[in-house]
């Protein structure tokens, strides 16, 4: 079973059209080969295997999108300009992948727009919110000899 | 067959019957196995008598004892007396022929206890176990080996202890004059060579006198800083041998040498560069050798209000993670002198301090390491003071040679107010990172290590693992408030190690009533894991592995895949050799066949919680139990 088979489905919460605009967000990409190329319609559906299995986007970014290095939600760019920054890359962490079809790409962006961005509030994280108080309490205990305890 | 269908009161055991059945037919065994023939196969419920088949196939030629008189005191008597002195509370054990008569030595002259066998499933985890074992224990433990081919399945375990500075007392067994074709590749004509590359000693003691000699060298040597593994190889004749008179074979007295402390005088100087400082920073490596280590570096931490940055990956007993001077002094922080203590990898540090016209003091038994195959430390470091010698034996005279100076307290305080600030500023910021993903599925590390904390809140806890795999997290999420808390990771970056040594750090922990935790990797528990938890079934041994599943080699997905991007080509074909699936293996039912109690695959993170509290339960009781949790690759 693929990884993409064991997670949800990300259907309820796509956005399923994704608008093409002809902006290279100064990446690099020619704007005039792009304002070339025919409009792109990104499926989520099929980007979510593609993310997850094909081209192993999650091992760096988390499965979300949420979890790795770096985040990538909410993500900021238009399609294009993710399109010619993921071909294109400038940046040492992250090699161009300049043999990935736009159209899987476009793909995978929407699965991206897909992906919920926020985190919930600490105040719902009961597991998470005991650990920062713990830790401020032996913080406040400071300098004592006392070992704080978890 | 578990080891106590081998106890020496039961009926024989399979092994036995197939070989007395074989040699028998070839009258090659004493009369004592003709009488072994016609008992009774184990009794125990599932094990049924071999076949004539199966004795043939499984016959292994036994080296001619047959008429051999029987010896009332053997060698390997006087040897597990020996072994006796030096505090052994366990021995790691495959069995072989090599160490036949040691074997039964351990078990009837020395009682199978100081030390007791601990019957483990492959050398290379009887290795990692007594790595394991000895950082939380604070002494080694040993493991005995079949020649050639048990030494060759120890190796990595060793490599990793020798990589880790961490001393495990291996011992080899070598026959002399093998006969038989399946016993004549279990002998070499040297044996330590195999290993010698990461072992500090090894000896292949000529006579008993020699062994008892050897074992004591062996045994100060590998404990004396830095520290590492030690290998002994004993002849098989020598374990067979009578001794003449007991009353002549003393065993040595055991003398342990003081560790190497630093010169005084450069000791005084580099409290005058740290006393004298505006912003100085420690930096430890494998420190604490000992729980005085840890105390004494809070002194020293406290007394200069200095902050202390263990790295990327810390150390065993290194420094409590939630403490005001926990880290790097923050963004703004710029150190105009380094302390470096045990740290083998220090050039990139001291460039950017020598670029910024600061200062940099290494303390480290590195400096007396001989050289070896295996480069383990960085390129050659220009720090401005290098002192040889233990850094934990070292601390207790530098400190008070910065109370001698005594100092500017007002402006140390300062400082360590403000380091403290930017230590909780950070911890806040790392709370607020763990919320993402929090409720995704996979789970994501932090869920899962939080979720691990809220359980063992209460307990007297202590992480088994390392934490190579797991972001750090552990680190930023438990209160390392004592130094048994973590117990490191495997000092040789190999996989394999996680597992089999978070059983010999809970065999450890177990002594003291700690409720012990591993996190391993997927990968690392396919090498040895499942083995090494049935160790952990049968001997009883209280732990919680949690296993981080996220299916892959993840760090060899992240790599080759950006090889391919870097290339051009084939970006789609990169999980290729590098992820777990398809079939997804099943952990829990694995450890489940072990006799281990086990729950997963958990890819649901609210399920999560109720799954350690489970768990749990059943280590408190004592026994070792797992759960798989499907999770984010980091």
């Known amino acids: ?150 | 067959m578990s080891s106590s269908d081998d106890a020496p009161t039961s009926a024989v055991g399979r092994r036995d019957f197939l070989l007395g059945a074989a040699a028998g037919a070839a009258a090659l065994v004493p009369a004592a196995s003709d009488a072994q023939q016609t008992a009774p196969a184990a009794e125990r419920s599932g094990v049924s008598r071999p076949t004539a088949s199966d004795a043939r196939a499984e016959f292994v030629p036994p080296e001619p004892r047959a008429g051999a008189p029987i010896v009332a005191t053997p060698g390997s008597d006087y040897m597990v007396d020996v072994l006796k002195a030096l505090d052994f509370d366990y021995v790691a054990v495959n069995p072989g022929s090599a160490f036949e008569g040691l074997h039964e030595s351990l078990i009837t002259h020395g009682g199978n206890r100081k030390p007791e066998i601990l019957t483990v499933l492959h050398e290379e985890a009887g290795a990692a176990m007594a790595h394991g074992y000895a950082k939380a224990a604070g002494k080694p433990m040993m493991t005995l080996m079949h020649g050639t081919v048990g030494l060759l399945h120890a190796s990595m375990g060793l490599f990793q202890a020798w990589a880790d500075r961490v001393p495990v007392f291996a011992v080899v067994g070598q026959l002399r004059n093998p006969t038989s074709v399946v016993n004549r590749p279990h002998s070499a004509q040297d044996m330590g060579s195999i290993v010698r590359d990461f072992v500090k000693v090894d000896d292949q003691p000529a006579d008993l006198e020699h062994f008892g000699e050897s074992a004591l060298r062996a045994y100060t040597i590998g404990r004396t800083p830095p520290m590492g593994p030690t290998l002994l190889v004993v002849d098989s004749e020598l374990q067979e041998e009578a001794i003449a008179d007991r009353t002549k074979l003393r065993v040595p007295k055991l003398t342990m040498p003081s560790p190497p402390q630093g010169d005084a005088g450069a000791v005084r100087e580099a409290a005058r560069w740290l006393a004298a400082a505006e912003r100085p920073l420690i930096r430890p490596g494998k420190l604490a050798r000992t729980p005085a280590g840890w105390d004494r570096l809070v002194e020293l931490a406290e007394l200069l209000q200095a902050p202390v940055d263990v790295g990327t990956y810390g150390s065993w007993q290194d420094f409590p993670s939630w403490h005001p001077l926990y880290g790097t002094g923050g963004p703004g922080y710029k150190p105009d002198v380094i302390l470096a203590l045990e740290q083998n990898d220090l050039a990139a540090a001291v460039g950017a301090m020598r670029a910024a016209g600061g200062k940099t003091i290494s303390i480290s038994a590195e400096y007396l390491f001989q050289g070896h195959n295996i480069h383990d430390f960085a390129g050659y470091t220009e720090v401005d003071l290098a002192i040889a010698g233990d850094g934990e034996a070292t601390l207790p005279a530098l400190i008070d040679e910065i109370k001698k100076l005594g100092g500017a307290t007002r402006q140390r305080q300062a400082r360590g107010l403000r380091v403290a600030a930017a230590h909780k500023t950070q911890r806040e910021q790392e709370i607020d990172a763990a919320r993402y993903g929090w409720n995704a599925s996979p789970v994501s590390v932090p869920r899962m290590v939080a979720e691990l904390a809220r359980q063992v809140q209460n307990d007297d806890w202590a992480i088994v693992s390392g934490h190579q795999f797991t972001g750090t997290w552990q680190r930023r999420l438990l209160n390392h408030d004592t130094h048994y808390r973590y117990n490191g990771d495997c000092g040789g970056f190999g996989i394999g190690y996680d597992t089999p040594a978070s059983v010999g750090g809970a065999l450890a922990h177990r002594a003291h009533g700690r409720l012990a935790v591993g996190i391993v990797g997927d990968g690392d528990f396919n090498f040895v894991g499942p083995g090494a938890l049935w160790t952990a079934a049968h001997h009883k041994i209280p732990l919680l592995l949690v296993i981080h599943n996220n299916r892959a080699y993840h760090a060899e997905v992240m790599l080759v895949q950006r090889t391919a991007g870097r290339r051009g080509r084939g970006s789609g074909q990169m999980d290729i050799g590098t992820v777990i699936r398809e079939p997804a293996p099943d952990y829990a039912k694995i450890a489940q066949g072990y006799g281990v109690y086990a729950e997963g695959p958990i890819s649901d993170p609210g399920a999560l919680g109720p799954a350690f509290e489970r768990a749990l339960a059943r280590v408190r009781a004592g026994e070792p139990a797992l759960v798989d949790v499907v999770s984010q690759p980091r």
């Open chain 1, 1 to 150: 079973m693929s990884a993409h088979a064991e997670r949800r489905s990300v259907s309820s919460r796509a956005h399923r059209a994704c608008t093409v605009a002809f902006v290279c967000a100064g990446l690099g990409a020619s704007a005039a080969l792009l304002a070339q190329a025919p409009a792109l319609l990104g499926d989520p559906q099929r980007g979510a295997p593609l993310f997850a299995d094909k081209y192993n986007c999650y091992a760096c970014h988390g499965f979300d999108g949420q979890t790795g290095e770096r985040r990538l939600v909410p993500l900021n760019y238009t399609q294009d300009g993710f399109i010619a920054f993921v071909q294109k890359s400038p940046l040492p962490q992250m090699p161009a992948f300049a043999d990935v079809p736009a159209q899987d790409l476009a793909d995978i962006y929407a699965y991206i727009r897909s992906l919920p961005a926020d985190a919930p509030p600490l105040t719902d994280l009961p597991a998470l919110r005991g650990i920062l108080d713990r830790r401020l309490e032996a913080l406040k205990r400071y300098p004592e000899k006392k070992k704080p305890g978890l």
